[in-house]
């Protein structure tokens, strides 16, 4: 099979032995169609989407889970997954995951139509998650690595390391019982990586943790991302999404509601926030016509601007009230913001 | 398959390496070694000798009660009692304790009172007076008039509860009081002992070619095979039942599910947890097995020959896979319980229809062990739910034919199959139903939405 790709193209020589998928490759060739996804994969760097997401919709009776979702998460990036309770978020992760298939649409992962065989390639640690009360930690990360066909002794090797990394090594004996929540949940982390995924999903992966052990996990997770890993995180912390993500989605009511590269996103809502540090102009600042927000922080203003307005006018009223101004900079909508605008304060987090 | 046997075998270790599995195993022959043995144990602890006094109105039967009553007497008797115990294992529970009670009579000491001459009244003042005087423990007095209609003995005794003692002198009394007879009438009692030796009845049982058959593994061990079966399914149900709720509960379904399929994480558990199941029994039967041969063969070497009960290797073969049958069947539905439910006592509440569905299965081999050919027998031994109990007491009765085992096995493994597709269907969406119970029209809808 290889030979014969060398005669028609030999560039993918290359990319045949180091991504190991031969029939996929293969078969391209040999048609017309394929022949156009694959000149296109050469040229519009797409072999790095790790996983397509199209179209996808999962009813329940009557109820839409998930209606009509379509994302891309490219490889070796930090994939933010957002939304409120109820938005369709672990559904659209089971289906990924392929615990539950969609209705229709389709999930291709690694350049294949999402099946259980390819569960051994994803780490999961799903937001509703527990361990075996009784059974010694090393012998639960030992099962659940042999549930991802991870051979034993391999898996022993991985266990101290990990264990070691979130200093566990004492409580390998122990049974989950006798560990504190923020520990079983560090364990419940080792055991999705044991296996050494490809595509790690994080489902709140930080709730029940402590400031420092949550710091400790983004240390581990940036690890892994510069080890080329896929990581998708869902969760409700926009800050840590912030800081974390490289791409996002939001999702409200089963669908998107924005998506795609987190400095577009936020490009994409325009710079209509002034950070303000000034003595005087207050009665400026009452001006309905220009203002919609003001939101005082310890010692700034944060205003958001009122549809159309232009912040040149602001500024030049200001000056015009006499007041002296230290600081007047125009930024960029945080994601908490934009959650806020999208999907109301109303709605529960 | 390599997740199928790692589930399987984690389950299997388990179940085996549990402190419950461990003492289930000991004490389980413990437990039934004790109904055999305890009640005569208990009676066995002798009591005291008992101090009596004979008041012989007739004046005839006294020397030969006080004979019969002596210890030689009651040693010998003893000796007969034990052999009998021995031959009559189906005897029911009362006349065990009977026999026990003959071989393990105390013994007697005769206190003498001089009754001449005074009333009935008056004798009973008087030992009445010494028994409070701590002199005597009972007394007895036999009417001048023994052998007219309604006449009994009157016998007064401190420990009227001593039902061993007292047997034993009832016994020797009615001895005494027909030797008398006897001799009145002139007729030896060698004569008699002769002219009513008793005639045992052998049941030999026929088989419906007319053969004589050898009797199987008796009708007690039927029953025994009836109750294993029973007992084992229904606490490996339960097993399996709390595995899969622990799963649901702690959430640890949904980190499973996303490593295997769930319906090869169900058969792999029920493989796990049946396999312990089988290595229980078979520990309890081997070891049973061995127990029966080193006994037998001390009873042989002691003089008391007794035959093994007839055992083949078809028979623990069949039984085994009735077993196998049975937990697929009841395991299956365990798990679905465990699936739909929240809570290992909300579990426990629908764990009912299982139970109650092995119930009348074991209590379907009753009729069975009485006429294992009847029609009852017949439907009851082939339906679904009800054979893996009932077939193989009806195999260790008699062995019915072959068409009859074979359309057993089909109809439960058929049983089987519906109950896998329905396990299918229903156990992925439940186990990942957090919080509230799944209802039946769920359920329904869940069975044929997917």
């Known amino acids: 099979m290889c030979r014969k790709r060398i005669i028609i193209q030999p560039v993918i020589l290359n990319n045949c032995s180091k991504s190991g998928n031969l029939n996929f490759k293969a078969n391209v060739i040999q048609t017309d169609k394929s022949l156009r996804r694959f000149w296109i994969n050469i040229f519009m760097d797409e072999q790095n989407v790790t996983l397509r997401v199209e179209n996808i919709t999962k009813r329940y009776g009557e109820f839409a889970a998930v209606e009509n979702l379509s994302f891309n998460v490219s490889a070796g990036k930090v994939f933010g997954f957002l939304g409120p309770n109820g938005a369709g978020k672990t559904t659209t992760i089971r289906m990924i995951v392929g615990i539950t298939a969609p209705d229709t649409g389709k999930i291709e992962l690694f350049g294949e139509k999402v099946s259980s065989r390819m569960q051994d390639k994803i780490g999961y640690l799903p937001e509703e998650r527990g361990l075996y009360k009784k059974m010694k930690i090393f012998e639960q990360l030992r099962y659940f690595a042999a549930l991802k066909d991870v051979p034993q002794k391999t898996a022993d090797s991985r266990i101290d390391f990990w264990l070691e990394r979130f200093n566990l090594q004492e409580w390998k004996k122990k049974k989950a019982n006798d560990l504190s929540k923020g520990m079983q949940q560090k364990i419940q982390f080792i055991s999705t990586v044991l296996h050494e995924p490809e595509l790690l999903i994080l489902d709140e992966p930080f709730s029940g943790l402590d400031p420092i052990n949550v710091e400790n996990l983004l240390e581990v997770i940036a690890e892994l991302k510069s080890k080329g890993k896929t990581i998708i995180f869902s969760t409700h912390l926009m800050e840590t999404a912030e800081k974390l993500c490289d791409d996002i989605i939001l999702m409200n009511k089963s669908r998107k509601v924005v998506g795609g590269k987190l400095r577009d996103v936020k490009a994409s809502f325009g710079k209509n926030r002034i950070a303000l540090r000034a003595d005087g102009g207050d009665e400026v600042l009452l001006d309905k016509t220009l203002i919609a927000k003001v939101e005082r922080h310890a010692d700034e203003l944060e205003i958001l601007l009122a549809e159309n307005a232009d912040a040149q006018k602001l500024l030049q009223n200001l000056i015009q009230s006499g007041a002296r101004i230290t600081k007047f900079e125009l930024v960029e909508p945080s994601l908490n913001d934009i959650f806020i605008e999208k999907i109301g304060a109303g709605t529960s987090l | 398959m390599r997740k199928f046997l790692a589930v399987t075998k984690r389950e299997y270790k388990k179940v085996v390496f549990s402190r419950t599995f461990l003492v289930g195993t000991l004490l389980a022959p413990v437990i039934a070694a004790m109904f055999a043995v305890v009640p005569a144990l208990i009676i066995s602890v002798k009591s005291d000798v008992q101090r009596i006094a004979i008041v012989d109105q007739s004046g005839n039967v006294a020397t030969r009660l006080k004979e019969n009553l002596s210890l ?379």
């Open chain 2, 72 to 450: 030689d007497k009651i040693q010998t008797k003893a000796r007969e009692a034990a052999q009998d115990s021995l031959k009559n294992i189906d005897a029911s529970q009362k006349e065990r304790i009977e026999t026990g009670a003959r071989q393990f009579a105390g013994s007697f000491a005769f206190i003498d009172y001089d009754a001449s001459g005074k009333s009935v009244e008056q004798i009973q003042r008087e030992l009445n007076g010494r028994i409070q005087e701590n002199q005597l423990d009972s007394y007895l007095i036999i009417p001048q008039n023994i052998d007219s209609a309604g006449v009994g003995v009157e016998f007064y005794s401190r420990k009227a509860g001593d039902f061993v003692s007292n047997s034993a002198l009832e016994d020797a009394l009615n001895d005494a009081i027909l030797s008398q007879r006897l001799a009145d009438a002139n007729i030896s009692e060698s004569k008699l002992r002769e002219l009513s030796r008793r005639i045992d009845l052998e049941a030999t049982p026929i088989n419906e070619k007319g053969e004589e058959k050898e009797e199987g593994g008796g009708y007690a061990s039927a029953f025994v095979i009836g109750l294993l079966i029973y007992i084992t399914l229904a606490i490996y149900g339960q097993v399996i039942m709390g595995a899969v709720v622990e799963e649901k509960e702690t959430r640890i379904a949904e980190i499973l599910f996303s490593s295997a399929k769930p319906f090869e994480l169900m058969l792999g558990k029920l493989a796990g947890v049946g396999l312990a199941a089988l290595s229980q029994l078979a520990i309890w039967i081997f070891s049973a097995l061995a127990l029966l041969t080193f006994g037998l063969t001390q009873l042989k070497a002691a003089g008391i020959p007794l035959s093994m009960p007839n055992i083949t290797i078809s028979s623990v073969l069949y039984f085994f896979i009735f077993f196998l049958l049975g937990f697929f069947v009841f395991a299956t539905i365990f798990a679905l319980i465990g699936s739909m439910v929240t809570t290992t006592q909300e579990g426990g509440q629908f764990a009912m229809i299982p139970v109650v569905l092995l119930l009348a299965g074991f209590y379907c081999t009753f009729p069975i062990v009485r006429d294992s050919n009847s029609t009852f027998s017949f439907w009851v031994s082939i339906a679904p739910f009800l054979a893996p109990l009932t077939m193989p007491v009806r195999i260790a009765i008699e062995t019915p034919p072959f068409w009859q085992i074979a359309l057993a096995i089909l109809t439960n493994a058929l049983a089987i199959l519906g109950l896998v597709w329905l396990a299918s269907r229903v156990y992925r969406v439940g186990m990942l139903m957090y919080g509230k119970r799944a209802t039946i029209p769920e359920v329904w809808k869940w069975i044929w939405q997917s």
